[in-house]
Protein backbone atom coordinates (compact mmCIF):
# COMPACT_ATOMS: atom_id res chain seq x y z
CA UNK A 1 0.00 0.00 0.00
CA UNK A 2 2.73 2.22 0.69
CA UNK A 3 4.93 1.55 -2.31
CA UNK A 4 1.66 2.27 -4.29
CA UNK A 5 1.30 5.57 -2.29
CA UNK A 6 4.64 6.41 -3.19
CA UNK A 7 4.51 5.52 -7.03
CA UNK A 8 1.44 7.97 -7.74
CA UNK A 9 3.28 10.70 -5.63
CA UNK A 10 6.33 10.43 -7.39
CA UNK A 11 3.71 10.13 -10.89
CA UNK A 12 2.10 13.45 -9.82
CA UNK A 13 5.49 15.44 -9.17
CA UNK A 14 7.10 14.24 -12.42
CA UNK A 15 3.90 15.24 -14.44
CA UNK A 16 3.98 18.70 -12.63
CA UNK A 17 8.08 19.04 -13.66
CA UNK A 18 6.71 18.48 -16.93
CA UNK A 19 4.21 21.17 -17.09
CA UNK A 20 6.71 23.83 -15.76
CA UNK A 21 9.72 22.94 -18.38
CA UNK A 22 6.83 22.58 -21.10
CA UNK A 23 5.56 26.42 -20.19
CA UNK A 24 8.78 27.16 -19.63
CA UNK A 25 10.20 26.49 -23.30
CA UNK A 26 9.92 29.16 -25.39
CA UNK A 27 10.75 26.96 -28.38
CA UNK A 28 7.88 24.30 -27.28
CA UNK A 29 5.35 26.27 -25.04
CA UNK A 30 3.58 23.06 -24.54
CA UNK A 31 -0.05 22.25 -25.60
CA UNK A 32 -2.95 24.86 -26.66
CA UNK A 33 -6.47 24.64 -25.08
CA UNK A 34 -8.44 25.77 -27.78
CA UNK A 35 -5.63 26.24 -30.68
CA UNK A 36 -8.77 27.69 -32.90
CA UNK A 37 -8.99 30.46 -30.74
CA UNK A 38 -5.41 31.07 -30.32
CA UNK A 39 -4.39 30.86 -34.23
CA UNK A 40 -7.75 32.33 -35.78
CA UNK A 41 -7.37 32.42 -39.67
CA UNK A 42 -6.40 35.65 -41.95
CA UNK A 43 -8.41 36.90 -44.70
CA UNK A 44 -7.49 39.83 -47.40
CA UNK A 45 -10.13 42.14 -47.85
CA UNK A 46 -11.31 41.30 -51.05
CA UNK A 47 -8.97 37.92 -51.92
CA UNK A 48 -10.71 34.90 -53.02
CA UNK A 49 -11.49 32.20 -50.56
CA UNK A 50 -13.37 29.71 -49.92
CA UNK A 51 -15.89 30.50 -47.35
CA UNK A 52 -19.25 29.90 -47.79
CA UNK A 53 -22.46 32.09 -46.67
CA UNK A 54 -23.33 28.58 -44.82
CA UNK A 55 -20.61 28.68 -42.59
CA UNK A 56 -22.29 29.45 -39.46
CA UNK A 57 -18.53 31.30 -38.56
CA UNK A 58 -18.93 33.75 -41.19
CA UNK A 59 -21.70 35.80 -42.70
CA UNK A 60 -20.60 37.41 -45.63
CA UNK A 61 -23.87 39.46 -45.88
CA UNK A 62 -26.23 41.37 -43.56
CA UNK A 63 -29.43 38.82 -42.89
CA UNK A 64 -32.32 39.27 -45.19
CA UNK A 65 -34.71 41.83 -43.59
CA UNK A 66 -32.57 43.47 -40.77
CA UNK A 67 -31.58 46.95 -40.23
CA UNK A 68 -28.14 48.21 -38.86
CA UNK A 69 -28.38 49.74 -35.29
CA UNK A 70 -29.13 53.49 -36.10
CA UNK A 71 -29.86 53.20 -39.63
CA UNK A 72 -32.79 54.70 -41.11
CA UNK A 73 -35.76 52.51 -42.43
CA UNK A 74 -35.17 51.05 -45.93
CA UNK A 75 -36.41 53.05 -48.93
CA UNK A 76 -40.49 51.40 -50.23
CA UNK A 77 -40.27 52.40 -53.44
CA UNK A 78 -39.46 50.83 -56.81
CA UNK A 79 -37.16 52.06 -59.39
CA UNK A 80 -39.75 52.57 -61.99
CA UNK A 81 -41.97 55.42 -62.94
CA UNK A 82 -44.98 54.84 -61.00
CA UNK A 83 -42.34 54.98 -57.86
CA UNK A 84 -40.78 58.26 -59.21
CA UNK A 85 -44.06 59.34 -59.54
CA UNK A 86 -44.95 58.42 -55.95
CA UNK A 87 -41.99 59.69 -54.36
CA UNK A 88 -43.33 63.41 -53.93
CA UNK A 89 -45.24 62.36 -51.43
CA UNK A 90 -42.65 60.69 -49.58
CA UNK A 91 -41.61 62.91 -46.84
CA UNK A 92 -37.87 64.18 -44.85
CA UNK A 93 -37.49 61.43 -42.15
CA UNK A 94 -34.61 63.75 -40.16
CA UNK A 95 -35.67 66.80 -38.15
CA UNK A 96 -34.14 70.00 -39.11
CA UNK A 97 -30.10 70.03 -39.18
CA UNK A 98 -28.68 71.96 -36.98
CA UNK A 99 -25.55 74.24 -37.78
CA UNK A 100 -22.91 71.36 -37.64
CA UNK A 101 -24.74 69.10 -39.37
CA UNK A 102 -25.47 71.40 -42.11
CA UNK A 103 -21.52 71.81 -42.61
CA UNK A 104 -21.35 67.98 -42.60
CA UNK A 105 -24.16 68.03 -45.49
CA UNK A 106 -22.36 70.91 -47.27
CA UNK A 107 -19.05 68.87 -46.97
CA UNK A 108 -20.75 65.80 -48.59
CA UNK A 109 -22.64 67.60 -51.32
CA UNK A 110 -19.35 69.34 -51.98
CA UNK A 111 -17.43 65.83 -52.34
CA UNK A 112 -20.49 63.85 -54.15
CA UNK A 113 -22.63 66.38 -56.03
CA UNK A 114 -20.76 70.09 -56.78
CA UNK A 115 -18.45 68.64 -59.43
CA UNK A 116 -20.92 68.36 -61.50
CA UNK A 117 -23.44 70.50 -60.04
CA UNK A 118 -21.41 73.20 -59.24
CA UNK A 119 -20.79 74.50 -55.40
CA UNK A 120 -23.87 77.14 -56.26
CA UNK A 121 -26.12 74.44 -57.07
CA UNK A 122 -25.74 76.66 -61.08
CA UNK A 123 -24.21 73.17 -63.17
CA UNK A 124 -21.29 74.85 -63.35
CA UNK A 125 -19.22 72.30 -62.17
CA UNK A 126 -15.61 71.39 -63.01
CA UNK A 127 -17.34 68.21 -65.03
CA UNK A 128 -20.10 70.33 -66.31
CA UNK A 129 -17.68 73.02 -67.82
CA UNK A 130 -15.57 70.51 -69.33
CA UNK A 131 -18.35 69.84 -71.72
CA UNK A 132 -17.44 65.83 -71.13
CA UNK A 133 -20.76 65.51 -69.45
CA UNK A 134 -24.29 66.98 -70.56
CA UNK A 135 -27.75 66.92 -69.34
CA UNK A 136 -26.87 68.27 -66.13
CA UNK A 137 -29.57 69.45 -63.55
CA UNK A 138 -28.83 73.35 -62.66
CA UNK A 139 -30.77 72.75 -59.30
CA UNK A 140 -31.38 76.94 -59.18
CA UNK A 141 -33.96 76.45 -62.15
CA UNK A 142 -37.74 76.63 -60.55
CA UNK A 143 -38.29 73.44 -61.73
CA UNK A 144 -35.67 71.97 -59.00
CA UNK A 145 -36.71 74.48 -56.22
CA UNK A 146 -40.04 73.01 -56.32
CA UNK A 147 -39.47 69.84 -56.69
CA UNK A 148 -40.40 67.73 -53.69
CA UNK A 149 -37.96 66.11 -51.31
CA UNK A 150 -38.91 62.56 -52.20
CA UNK A 151 -38.79 63.33 -55.52
CA UNK A 152 -34.65 64.28 -55.00
CA UNK A 153 -34.07 61.29 -52.82
CA UNK A 154 -35.52 58.69 -55.20
CA UNK A 155 -33.02 60.52 -57.97
CA UNK A 156 -30.03 60.23 -55.57
CA UNK A 157 -30.94 56.57 -54.36
CA UNK A 158 -31.86 55.10 -58.08
CA UNK A 159 -30.29 57.54 -60.40
CA UNK A 160 -31.36 59.87 -63.34
CA UNK A 161 -30.71 60.51 -66.97
CA UNK A 162 -26.82 60.72 -66.76
CA UNK A 163 -26.78 60.83 -63.04
CA UNK A 164 -26.40 57.32 -61.22
CA UNK A 165 -27.10 56.37 -58.13
CA UNK A 166 -25.50 57.32 -55.02
CA UNK A 167 -26.60 54.56 -52.62
CA UNK A 168 -23.40 53.18 -52.50
CA UNK A 169 -21.65 56.45 -51.69
CA UNK A 170 -24.28 57.77 -49.24
CA UNK A 171 -26.16 56.52 -46.89
CA UNK A 172 -29.96 56.78 -46.67
CA UNK A 173 -29.48 59.24 -43.34
CA UNK A 174 -26.33 61.20 -45.79
CA UNK A 175 -28.68 61.70 -48.78
CA UNK A 176 -31.66 62.88 -46.95
CA UNK A 177 -28.92 65.53 -45.10
CA UNK A 178 -27.48 66.60 -48.71
CA UNK A 179 -31.65 67.42 -49.80
CA UNK A 180 -31.93 69.75 -46.71
CA UNK A 181 -28.78 71.42 -47.72
CA UNK A 182 -29.80 71.97 -51.33
CA UNK A 183 -33.17 73.05 -50.65
CA UNK A 184 -31.57 75.40 -47.37
CA UNK A 185 -29.27 76.74 -50.35
CA UNK A 186 -32.38 77.00 -52.70
CA UNK A 187 -34.16 78.85 -50.27
CA UNK A 188 -31.55 80.99 -49.45
CA UNK A 189 -31.08 81.99 -53.75
CA UNK A 190 -34.78 82.68 -53.36
CA UNK A 191 -34.58 85.12 -50.74
CA UNK A 192 -31.65 86.74 -51.76
CA UNK A 193 -32.32 90.33 -53.73
CA UNK A 194 -31.94 90.03 -57.62
CA UNK A 195 -28.96 92.37 -58.80
CA UNK A 196 -30.59 94.56 -61.60
CA UNK A 197 -27.27 95.42 -63.02
CA UNK A 198 -26.29 91.55 -63.43
CA UNK A 199 -29.06 89.75 -64.06
CA UNK A 200 -29.40 89.79 -67.80
CA UNK A 201 -26.17 88.59 -67.77
CA UNK A 202 -26.21 85.94 -65.73
CA UNK A 203 -29.29 84.51 -67.05
CA UNK A 204 -27.36 82.93 -69.60
CA UNK A 205 -25.46 80.99 -67.75
CA UNK A 206 -28.23 79.93 -65.27
CA UNK A 207 -30.01 77.64 -68.15
CA UNK A 208 -29.68 74.38 -67.74
CA UNK A 209 -27.45 71.84 -69.29
CA UNK A 210 -30.51 69.24 -69.66
CA UNK A 211 -31.72 71.21 -72.59
CA UNK A 212 -28.86 72.96 -73.88
CA UNK A 213 -27.38 69.85 -74.59
CA UNK A 214 -30.19 68.23 -76.45
Known amino acids: MKKTKIVLAFMLVASAAAVF ?24 AYA ?3 LKSENINYVPRPVEGTIRRGDL ?12 KMSADIKDPLP ?16 NCAICHGPKLDAQGPLATSGKIGGIAN ?5 YVEMPQGTMFHSITYGKNNMGSYASQLTREQRWMVIQYVKSQQLAMSAAPADSTTSATTSG ?3 DTTTAKK
Do not use: H, W
Not at 74 to 83: E, F, T
Not at 96 to 111: G, H, K, P, Y
Open 205 to 207: MKS
Open 96 to 111: ALDSVQMSEAQRLFNI
Open 48 to 50: PND
Open 73 to 84: FPYPLANDSAGY
Open 21 to 44: ESCDSKREPGKIYMPDMTYSRAFE
Open 139 to 143: LTLKQ
